[in-house]
């Protein structure tokens, strides 16, 4: 199991269903949380093998950003 984390903009629960569909392909249904509670608004993804260009693509193309955090 690999957890890797982004910052993004999402903001709201709305913003979450957009970016819900294209996550849940990418990084399954289960893998992924975004902590709306955080400055950072923190995306976490924990699953095997987790491809975060991919994954920061997903968010993207909803119209949002993830950048890598170390």
Do not use: H
Not at 15 to 32: I, M, Q, S
Not at 48 to 58: E, L, Q
């Amino acid at each position: 199991m690999e957890t890797v984390q982004f910052k993004t903009n999402i903001k709201c629960s709305g913003c979450l269903e957009k970016v819900t569909a294209g996550l849940n392909e990418t990084a399954g249904a289960d893998n992924w949380e975004v902590d709306l509670q955080s400055p950072d608004k923190v995306l976490t993804v924990s699953a095997d093998n987790v491809d975060a260009a991919a994954i920061r693509k997903a968010v993207e193309t909803a119209g949002y950003k993830a950048e890598n955090i170390a």
